[in-house]
């Protein structure tokens, strides 16, 4: 069943930027949306026959770790805005003999879920995308019930650093009207922030960690995987062929020279019980 909403600006967005991304979202080398996905859910604590919400689901990376916790007996719902995304979620799900799990396409700043309907609720990599954060949380808050836990998992600072850097630097070079001063993500890449944002919208007592991490590369070059498989891509789509040629033979030539193969991947967990 999917969900029946007029989306705002902010979610028109973010759906345009990642059903952009469906086509490299599940290559290896972005490896990193599982590996933080169930590292948020092994968190949980979940047990056989809970419900889980997975916010801003995506392919998803959490959602289908949950339906292994909570089995046959639970049920995971996730909710995004990039229906290609789902359609992947939805592919794995059959693939791995998931029935207990729907992906719904909407909005999931507005579920118009009825209060307390969840053992817990999740959310990775998704509350910055809301032009109103902790209106966002308040709103997951409010569908945890007595008893159960809110997970909100957030990019810690200098993601995909030093690559980051380079790429932006490109961009520069070509059409300094695309360079990005601030990501949304800026905000909260912190435990302290993070744990203000989660007070903010009226959640007690949240526990708050960072985690430093790093990603490999098998090679330079493939760091192009992830600018076409994550937020990078809505700059790169705003391009000319000629112009997005040009910044790729740019960047993985300069990341060649730096011989990078490793990018940071810190993120900062976020979990409180009702």
């Known amino acids: 069943m999917e969900t029946e909403q007029p989306f705002g600006d902010h979610v028109r967005r973010a759906a345009r930027a990642y059903t952009a991304v469906a086509d490299h979202y599940t290559l290896t080398t972005l490896g990193f949306w599982d590996r933080f996905g169930s590292a948020t859910v092994s968190r949980l604590r979940l047990a056989p026959g809970m419900t889980v919400l997975d916010l801003c689901c995506g392919a998803g990376a959490s959602a289908i770790p949950a339906a292994h916790a ?142 430093e991490a790093r990603h490999h590369l098998e090679h330079p070059d493939r760091f192009w995987d992830i600018v076409l498989g994550s937020g990078y891509r809505a700059t790169i789509d705003a391009l000319s062929p000629d112009q997005r040629d040009h910044i790729r033979e740019s960047l993985l030539a300069e990341l060649r020279l730096r011989e990078v193969t490793v990018v940071r991947t810190d993120v900062v967990f976020g979990t409180a019980s009702r």
């Open 70 to 211: 909570v089995g046959a007996a639970g049920r995971v719902l996730g909710i995004d805005v990039a229906a290609p995304l789902l359609d992947l979620a939805r592919a794995r799900a059959a693939r791995e003999g998931l029935s207990s799990v729907e992906f719904r396409h909407g909005d999931a700043t507005r579920t118009g879920l009825p209060d307390g309907s969840f053992d817990a609720v999740v959310c990775v990599f998704g509350v910055f995308f809301a032009p109103d954060m902790a209106a966002f949380v308040q709103e997951m808050w409010r569908l945890v019930r007595p008893g159960g836990v809110l997970a909100v998992t957030t990019w810690g600072p200098g993601l995909f650093e030093p690559a980051n850097s380079c790429f932006w630097q490109c961009v520069t070079e070509v059409e300094p009207s695309l360079y990005k001063r601030f990501s949304p993500w800026d905000e909260i890449t912190t435990p302290a922030a993070l744990a203000e944002l989660l007070t903010r919208a009226g959640v007690p007592r949240p526990a708050v960690a960072a985690v």
